[in-house]
């Protein structure tokens, strides 16, 4: 069976009741047939459930599935996708170890590696999206344990060639780890290129309707075995109900994807031909700096699309005040379309200058692009485009 069927088709094995659809095990503990069961169980001589932080069935059915759609051998779920991103890290880095890592991160990443594992005495440095592999190769050190990086980025949609970082990683003997928030398995298979984990915010496109938080943490087995480790005894545990719910959304993920995609290409090229628009930056549109690379580790383009106005903040306040259907969060990855500025809020504790290096300008809006019908949102975007630039603020 391919992919697609065996994430629809992978479910809980059916109980007496015949169920069609999965069960939600909403329980905090289970319990042993005897002493016996209960001493092997904890022994690990025999493999079962013995409490919810540790594991459980409706948890582990959604596991499963993002294995399968990332051909990965085993992976840990989690509360929030950050909890993901740091298990990632926190369980296979020690003090004395650095970390190599894109410049181009979320914030709260950036956050991570900076202010967080720099407290116990993991180095990191940072490089550019863009730069070369020979640029990669001399950034490693005697101590460096991993390279991490998200691509697309968030906010810049700035990409990385998974490919050679592979190279890189394999050739250093490092642990090569993925945010593969932004694309999905749906469009991207970051350990196709080598990847040795591959992390996402469930939260984001798995689940797809802005409903539950949930982290995900996938790749080869002897690093999900430390990650595991770390997260049974720290606690960071996806709700078995969110588990629920993100396994069945699991079924559709290819389809919403599809559709997002083209939904966020046909934004981008209206939006890219408005007079009132100083930048749209979209990996599947020819204009993007890195068009060729997204066209050959993504099979779409992914839902975000990003543009920068002219007249900073208070045209990105005019702008956000004249949409009608788009909803303004910071959130991302909902059937319904989203605007976000990431100066002022997903990327507002970086330092001004972080912000330059990133491209994260006064003007730049994040559009979550949703599953509405295109020609409305394309109303929508180009009339608030042009009504805040004829409210006086360009003059």
């Known amino acids: 069976m391919r992919k697609q069927t065996k994430a629809i088709r992978t479910q809980t094995k059916k109980t007496h009741y015949r169920e069609h659809s ?177 992390v996402h915010s469930a939260t984001k496109y798995m689940d797809g309707q802005g409903r539950v938080l949930g982290g995900v943490v996938v790749g080869k087995k002897e690093y999900i075995k430390e990650v595991r480790f770390f997260c049974r005894q720290t606690g960071p545990s996806m709700s078995p109900f969110n588990a629920w719910v993100l396994t069945k959304s699991l079924e559709t993920l290819n389809l919403r994807m599809e559709k997002h995609a083209a939904n966020a290409l046909a934004l981008a090229t209206a939006l890219d031909k408005h007079p009132n628009v100083k930048m749209v930056k979209y990996p599947f549109l020819p204009s993007h700096p890195q068009h060729d690379l997204a066209k050959k580790q993504m099979s779409a383009g992914g839902a975000i699309v990003t543009i920068d106005l002219e007249g900073g903040f208070q045209r990105v306040s005019a702008f956000m005040a004249e949409l009608e259907i788009a909803s303004l969060s910071s959130n991302l990855g909902d059937t319904r379309t989203i605007v976000t500025n990431p100066y002022t809020t997903t990327h507002a504790k970086l330092k001004p200058e972080e912000k330059i290096a990133l491209g994260i300008t006064e003007g730049l809006i994040r559009i979550s692009v949703g599953l509405e019908d295109v020609e409305d949102l394309i109303e929508d975007f180009t009339n608030a485009v042009t009504v805040s630039a004829k409210s006086g603020i360009l003059e």
């Open 22 to 198: 999965t069960p939600l095990f909403l329980t905090s503990s289970f319990t042993f047939e005897s002493a016996e069961q209960g001493k092997a169980i904890f022994d690990e001589t025999e493999v079962g459930n013995l409490y919810s932080r540790f594991s459980n069935p409706t948890v582990q059915e959604f596991v499963d599935k993002v294995c399968l759609l990332e051909d990965c051998e085993d992976g840990i779920a989690t509360a929030t996708g950050m909890a993901a991103v740091f298990a990632s890290m926190a369980a296979l880095l020690k003090s004395g170890d650095h970390i190599l890592a894109c410049r181009a991160l979320f914030g709260s990443a950036h956050q991570i590696i900076t202010q967080i594992i720099s407290k116990w005495g993991i180095t990191y440095t940072y490089l550019d999206h863009d730069a070369t592999e020979a640029e990669w190769d001399a950034a490693v050190q005697l101590n460096t344990r991993m390279i991490y990086l998200e691509t697309p980025s968030n906010p810049g949609l700035d990409l990385v060639d998974l490919e050679m970082i592979g190279r890189v990683s394999k050739k250093h003997n490092l642990i090569f780890n993925v945010d593969n928030c932004f694309a999905s398995p749906a469009l991207q298979n970051p350990a196709d290129y080598g990847a040795d984990l591959v």
